[in-house]
């Protein structure tokens, strides 16, 4: 990542703290473009490096915002409905939603809590799983597990890490392109099952 947006990025986080944290996991997690994976891991390296911030409470505003960011997604996406998702596959891209669909679909409620760990689908899943109409009280239980657990996990990482943080980032990038390319080969998979029923049947 450029070394400009870092600079902004911890400026925000120095000036505003738990809000910048709360406020870019609250919209990623909506569905927008925002970093709040580096957000996280930025504010974790702070708070091991200048003591500014502290873990415990990273954590529960993390989790906290990106369950809520999750929710506000799924609302969005239950009541745009059909009309939403069409456009939706031309803004995101078709075949980024199609592997979601695809993965809600075969795993149902369970992608929820393994989607924040991918970059992509960690913004669309929210949405999705309300355009698609996941039952709500499913979408909770396994939205508040997945937040807990990747806010956790991202923010250990952060302060583990601790000066390390160009490793980190490196990392991260490797772990998220990892656990995409076995998403990817997971809807491959899924596909090619489903053709080769329809192709008997």
């Not at 980024?96 to 991918?118: M, Q």
């Not at 799983?129 to 807990?148: E, I, S």
């Amino acid at each position: 990542m450029n070394h400009h947006i870092l600079d902004l990025l911890r400026a925000a986080l120095v000036h505003y703290g738990y809000w910048a944290v709360a406020a870019a996991l609250l919209l990623e997690n909506a569905g927008l473009p925002v970093p709040g994976e580096t957000i996280l891991l930025m504010a974790s390296f702070l708070a091991y490096a200048e003591r500014d911030l502290h873990l415990g409470w990273i954590i529960l505003v993390g989790t906290v915002a990106a369950t809520l960011g999750d929710n506000l997604g799924f609302a969005i996406g239950h009541y745009g409905g059909p009309p939403l998702l069409k456009r939706y596959r031309g803004f995101r891209g078709g075949a980024a939603v199609a592997r979601g669909e695809k993965l809600f679909s075969r795993y149902g409620a369970t992608t929820i809590l393994f989607a924040r760990f991918v970059f992509g689908m960690r913004i669309i899943a929210g949405p999705l799983a309300g355009m698609l109409r996941m039952p709500w009280k499913k979408f909770v239980v396994f939205n508040l597990l997945g937040a807990a657990l990747w806010v956790t996990v991202i923010s250990c990482l952060g302060y583990t890490f601790g000066s390390r943080w160009n490793l980190l980032v490196h990392f991260m990038k490797r772990f998220d392109l990892s656990v995409g390319a076995a998403f990817a080969i997971i809807a491959v998979v899924l596909w090619w099952r489903s053709r080769k029923v329809r192709a008997s049947s």
